[in-house]
């Protein structure tokens, strides 16, 4: 089936999107891992071995590997979702 031109573009803003998104998410990931925010502070291991799969990740997805885009969606979808059960948990504490 011939793709219009309209479409590739859609896609590619798409693809853009979760790319952007899963690294600002990974960043964030590993600046709070490095930093220990919330929690006692990571291993260096734990930081450099979260980096090292996270642009792997990142570089195989740029590649347009099926599993690796796979990995970034499920990612961000995960980052979202948890981000609303986060402002669902802090308003029930607001309103009790």
Known sequence: ?????????????????????????????????FFGLGTEKSSEFHVISSFLFYAIVFYLGLQKKFWAEFIIKFFVWLNVFLLFVIAAVKILELLL
């Open 1 to 33: 089936m011939k793709k219009f031109e309209w479409e590739s573009e859609i896609e590619r803003k798409k693809q853009k999107f979760y790319l952007v998104s899963f690294a600002l998410a990974a960043s964030i990931h590993i600046f709070i891992s």
